[in-house]
């Protein structure tokens, strides 16, 4: 089996203590994080709401790891300039939000941040491969999104298969990143699914050392 790229670690301070964000963050950088990423829910897109551009507003002088802001909200486009100028250096958006995707990825681009397009348990890669040449990043959702702590949907892993096949084929150079269900257990078939970005939260936070469960990812086999 050939050796397996380092995954990229991107902690989600959904599963943080919301009290003490600033201690949420130290954690992540201490235990070897490589980005921080955001949940934003709005209650509408998903059932939870969780916070807004403030929170990275106010998070950002506490970190210099890179802001993963990812938007499971409708109407993105009234937000994503706040979430740029509040310091976000990636910004996500759900694929089932709007049909003008194309419009709303270029938006993200032409404010100078790395766009990203995810999709969610029920929607199929086919779907987002218009595209696929415009974005920097595509994230498989492996849960249904709105909470933190679900079991991992082994089908919607399969996915990452068609967007390398797409990256190598076609030569684009987005990431492909996935998120939910992410923990120990789940750790080998989310190595073999080879994904470049791994999202992880209550497993992480609920870590007795979480530098060492993120070493688990990242030794690559
Ligand atoms: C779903 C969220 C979660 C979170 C990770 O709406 O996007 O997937 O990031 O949650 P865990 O790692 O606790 O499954
Ligand atoms: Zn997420």
Redo the contacts with the bound molecule.
């Keep these: 089996m050939e050796k397996l790229k380092t995954p990229i670690m991107a902690p989600?301070v959904?599963?943080s203590d919301f009290s003490n964000m600033e201690k949420a963050l130290a954690l992540i950088d201490k235990s070897g994080g490589d980005w921080v990423?955001f949940?934003v829910?709005d209650g509408s897109f998903?059932p939870d709401i969780t916070f807004g551009h403030k929170m990275v507003r106010d998070m950002r002088h506490h970190s210099t790891l890179p802001f993963d802001v990812?938007l499971?909200i409708m109407h993105p486009e009234s937000q994503i300039a706040k979430f740029a100028h509040a310091g976000a250096d990636r910004i996500t958006i759900q694929a089932e939000v709007t049909i003008h995707l194309h419009r709303l990825i270029m938006q993200i681009k032409g404010i100078g941040r790395k766009a990203g397009i995810s999709i969610v348990p029920s929607t199929p890669p086919e779907q987002i491969k218009e595209l696929l040449p415009f974005v920097d990043l595509v994230l498989v959702m492996t849960?249904n999104?709105?909470?933190?702590?679900?079991k991992l949907i082994p089908e919607s892993l399969k996915k990452v298969a068609y967007f390398r096949q797409q990256r190598k084929e076609k030569g684009y150079d987005y990431l492909i990143e996935i998120?939910?269900?992410?923990n120990k257990d789940t750790r080998m078939e989310i190595m073999e699914a080879k994904p470049d970005v791994i999202?992880?939260?209550?497993?992480f936070f609920k870590a007795p050392y979480p530098d060492k469960y993120l070493q688990l990812f990242k030794k690559g086999k």
């Design positions: 989600s959904l599963a990423h949940d829910m998903v990812h499971m849960v999104p709105g909470y933190g702590g679900q998120d939910g269900g992410v999202v992880t939260g209550s497993a």
